[in-house]
């Protein structure tokens, strides 16, 4: 907000127009610029694995996909190595998916190349709205931990 041109309301209601879709384009705009070895969905996934083993309705529900796709992307990245199934050693019915070693060296050099372009482009920003980036970074990690407290998905 600009001192007296925008009011708490008007920058409410674009904060919940564009944050997201301009959050998702930086985020594909910034996968696309690597070797492409994964997926956004791919890295989102694996991104997920990070936490540790998971059934695939949680991955489902934290990725916000049908359960068949997931099954489906789940398969395509056990087929490269990336990820692993196991049975629960606590109920034998329950499968669990979980990032493998290569998955994890994949996903750290696709993290990297990102943030090697995205540190480039910030360089080119003004002092002012490097600080209001900064700014706005540690907000959207207090939004979304507000967020995950009410209920949503990691």
């Given at each position: 907000m600009t001192a007296g041109t925008t009011s708490r309301a008007d920058a409410i209601d674009a904060v919940a127009v564009t944050l997201l879709p301009r959050a998702s384009r930086l985020t594909?705009?910034?996968?696309?610029?690597?070797?492409?070895?994964?997926?956004?969905?791919?890295?989102?996934?694996?991104?997920?694995?990070?936490?540790?083993?998971?059934?695939?309705?949680?991955?489902?529900?934290?990725e916000a996909l049908a359960q068949p796709t997931v099954t489906q992307l789940v398969d395509r990245l056990q087929g490269r190595g990336l990820v692993a199934r196991e049975r629960s050693a606590t109920d034998g019915r329950v499968v669990l998916v979980s990032l493998s070693a290569e998955g994890r060296e994949q996903l750290q050099v696709a993290r990297a190349q990102y943030r090697a372009l995205l540190r480039d482009t910030v360089q080119e920003l003004s002092d002012e709205e490097l600080n209001q980036l900064a700014a706005a970074s540690e907000t959207l990690g207090r939004l979304v931990e507000t967020l995950q407290a009410r209920g949503g998905v990691a």
């Open positions: 594909r705009l910034l996968l696309r610029a690597g070797d492409r070895a994964l997926s956004r969905t791919e890295a989102g996934l694996l991104s997920t694995l990070l936490d540790g083993p998971r059934r695939i309705t949680e991955l489902a529900e934290t």
